[in-house]
């Protein structure tokens, strides 16, 4: 498969943003407006909105996602919300180790892996987030962080078929400023070289790695034309049909 045959990918990470009404009005917004696009498109919406978006999503092909599941399939975890909750609810696709979740609530390696495998388990795609912090690259360690959460995020994941990618440097998440598209393309190369030696060639060409990172209407063309990155994981551009739309409709 040549590397750009790769269907591009585009997924809303509408965080801790939108009541459920707010939600299912932007949901519906979305849904009109890229009823012809040939990417794969996601949004994920809080846990409260679920329902009211998998209703304005209807038959639409906007895939439903979740940003976070629980490491364990039921019992005594105040607060958490199991696979089988999600996919009651009709969602396909779970947004795992996030760098907030990492970073503000303690998730580590360890405990994304065994997210990351119950949510397959369950049939749930996984959008597994990797990426450094500014200390981390400015250290030159930016790369072995990101094979190490790459290695420890895949471990015991025996087919990469339901998995995505998201190469998401820490110092661009929220804060206006972009990996350059030629430094994010690099990592994503090695991204995809990691995953070749630890599964197989074809494992790793078909494999969607998203960039994500204050992605904007105005800088996602120049992103999503590199070779190796196949669509993009967007925060704060999510929240407005106008601005998701258009990085949909970037390239096309
Ligand atoms: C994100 O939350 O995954 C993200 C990339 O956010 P933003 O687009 O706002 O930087």
């Known amino acids: 498969m040549a590397e750009k045959e790769r269907r591009l990918y585009i997924a809303g990470n509408w965080k801790m943003h939108k009541t459920s009404g707010e939600a299912r009005t932007l949901a519906?917004?979305?849904a009109k407006a890229v009823g012809g696009s040939s990417r794969t498109i996601m949004i994920a919406p809080p846990f409260t909105a679920l329902a009211a978006?998998?209703?304005?999503?209807?038959?639409?092909r906007v895939r439903l996602g979740a940003q976070n599941m629980a490491c364990e399939e039921s019992g005594a975890h105040t607060g958490e919300i199991a696979p089988a909750m999600?996919?009651?609810l009709g969602v396909e696709t779970v947004i795992l180790g996030h760098s907030e979740r990492r970073a503000i609530y303690g998730e580590d390696d360890t405990l994304i892996n065994r997210k990351v495998r119950l949510a397959r388990a369950?049939?749930?795609e996984v959008i597994l987030c990797v990426g450094e912090t500014i200390e981390q690259r400015e250290a030159g360690e930016?790369?072995?962080v990101v094979s190490s959460q790459l290695e420890q995020g895949l471990a015991g994941v025996e087919e990469l078929s339901g998995v995505v990618v998201a190469?998401?440097?820490?110092?661009?998440?929220?804060?206006g400023r972009t990996a350059s598209p030629s430094d994010a393309n690099a990592m994503h190369a090695l991204i995809r070289s990691n995953v070749e030696s630890w599964y197989d060639r074809d494992a790793a060409e078909a494999l969607i790695i998203q960039y994500g990172g204050s992605v904007k209407p105005g800088n996602?063309?120049?992103l999503l034309s590199?070779?190796?990155i196949d669509g993009a994981l967007v925060g704060g551009a999510s929240l407005e049909a106008d601005s998701f739309v258009a990085i949909v409709r970037a390239l096309e």
């Open 122 to 124: 369950h049939g749930l």
């Open 142 to 144: 930016a790369e072995t």
């Open 167 to 175: 190469y998401e440097p820490v110092w661009a998440i929220g804060t």
């Open 53 to 60: 978006v998998r209703d304005a999503l209807d038959s639409s």
């Open 220 to 222: 996602a063309a120049e």
């Open 86 to 88: 999600l996919t009651d």
């Open 28 to 30: 519906a917004e979305v």
């Open 226 to 228: 590199q070779q190796h």
